[in-house]
């Protein structure tokens, strides 16, 4: 069995049932007030999964303005030329970009906590510890997660974390807006989430929605994060996914790339055509009407 968690995560723990403080020992946690007690599994994850439902009340103001009114411009995600974090010489895991990590921030101390929302396999431990950020990994079912957890209902205390990085996890989430909510809940003021979320990718897995540009942002604004960025992936269009995920699954790269070529090249000069009469017809907005995805960057600017 893998050690368990440390003091510093054990005390950022909070009882998902009902949000309160819990007691956590190298044995369990439990909870002081609903007296809900959470186990380690025989994989050696602290299992904090919700043991019974519980209701989430949220209230949405209508008749408000989505976008700012200089506009918000839904570019391609380019590198930061003034990163925290070096990166040079890493291998960077393939959902993942040099342009994502470009934007990561770095530890303020050596206690920070970082959650790796929906961290899978636990792809994504080394390059946020090379940050200098104590990784903290949740998921509902993986047994390389290093916490269980709902994502609807975060097993953790408000203010816990200074970074969240969330990969393409949103797009299977039943309820998003509570999602972004409970990420808003746990984020220390001035911290910064960053993820991807699918919009033109086939249906996989369990996925619920498929965000579009404007989607992801009123979830995200929602929350009540300060949106940096909301770009558009340019080396993952949509005939690649169709292609890649479900048109020709397991298909060598090489092969589904070769097959859409021919239309993606079209798609492109039919653009580019259009675009000479057209001012709509620009080469982002082709980008972000055709991608596969949507990288996210945000703030919580609350003091």
């Given at each position: 069995?893998?050690?368990?968690?440390?003091?510093?995560?054990?005390n950022?723990?909070?009882?998902?049932q009902?949000?309160q403080?819990?007691?956590?020992?190298?044995?369990?946690?439990?909870?002081?007030?609903?007296?809900?007690?959470?186990?380690?599994?025989?994989?050696?994850?602290?299992?904090?999964?919700?043991?019974?439902?519980?209701?989430?009340?949220?209230?949405?103001?209508?008749?408000?303005?989505?976008?700012?009114?200089?506009?918000?411009?839904f570019?391609?995600?380019?590198?930061?030329?003034?990163?925290?974090?070096?990166?040079?010489?890493?291998?960077i895991?393939?959902?993942?970009?040099?342009e994502?990590?470009?934007?990561?921030?770095?530890?303020?101390?050596?206690?920070?906590?970082?959650l790796?929302?929906g961290?899978?396999?636990?792809?994504?431990?080394?390059?946020?510890?090379?940050?200098?950020?104590?990784?903290?990994?949740?998921?509902?079912d993986?047994?390389?997660?290093?916490?269980?957890?709902?994502?609807?209902?975060l097993?953790?205390?408000?203010?816990?974390?200074?970074?969240?990085?969330?990969?393409?996890?949103?797009?299977?989430?039943?309820?998003p807006?509570?999602?972004?909510?409970?990420?808003?809940?746990?984020?220390?003021?001035?911290?910064?989430?960053?993820g991807?979320?699918?919009?033109l990718?086939?249906?996989?897995?369990?996925?619920?929605?498929?965000?579009?540009?404007?989607?992801?942002?009123?979830?995200?604004?929602?929350?009540?994060?300060?949106?940096?960025?909301?770009a558009?992936?340019?080396?993952?269009?949509v005939?690649?996914?169709?292609?890649?995920?479900?048109?020709?699954?397991?298909?060598?790269?090489?092969?589904?790339?070769?097959?859409?070529?021919?239309?993606?090249?079209?798609?492109?000069?039919?653009?580019?055509?259009g675009?000479?009469?057209?001012?709509?017809n620009?080469?982002?907005?082709?980008?972000?009407?055709?991608?596969?995805?949507?990288?996210?960057?945000?703030?919580?600017?609350?003091?």
């Amino acid at each position: 069995m893998r050690p368990s968690v440390s003091d510093n995560i054990r005390n950022s723990l909070a009882c998902p049932q009902c949000g309160q403080q819990v007691l956590a020992t190298d044995g369990d946690v439990q909870c002081l007030k609903c007296g809900l007690t959470y186990k380690y599994n025989a994989s050696g994850c602290l299992d904090m999964r919700l043991r019974k439902p519980r209701k989430y009340d949220l209230q949405f103001e209508l008749g408000t303005t989505l976008l700012p009114k200089e506009g918000f411009q839904f570019e391609p995600l380019t590198i930061n030329n003034n990163p925290e974090v070096d990166y040079s010489g890493v291998e960077i895991p393939e959902r993942l970009s040099e342009e994502i990590v470009s934007f990561f921030p770095k530890a303020k101390s050596s206690d920070s906590l970082m959650l790796d929302l929906g961290c899978g396999n636990a792809v994504h431990k080394s390059v946020c510890e090379r940050a200098g950020f104590e990784w903290v990994g949740l998921d509902y079912d993986s047994e390389k997660a290093l916490i269980l957890g709902d994502a609807h209902a975060l097993p953790f205390k408000s203010e816990t974390f200074s970074f969240i990085l969330s990969i393409a996890v949103l797009e299977h989430i039943r309820f998003p807006f509570v999602m972004m909510r409970e990420a808003y809940r746990v984020l220390k003021p001035h911290g910064k989430i960053i993820g991807t979320v699918a919009f033109l990718e086939p249906f996989h897995g369990d996925s619920f929605y498929h965000h579009t540009h404007l989607g992801t942002f009123n979830s995200l604004q929602f929350a009540g994060f300060t949106i940096e960025k909301l770009a558009p992936s340019e080396k993952w269009p949509v005939l690649m996914a169709q292609a890649s995920m479900s048109l020709f699954p397991y298909a060598p790269r090489f092969i589904s790339k070769s097959i859409v070529y021919p239309v993606q090249l079209l798609h492109k000069i039919w653009w580019s055509v259009g675009g000479m009469i057209l001012r709509k017809n620009t080469k982002s907005n082709r980008i972000r009407n055709t991608t596969g995805a949507f990288v996210f960057i945000a703030t919580k600017n609350e003091m």
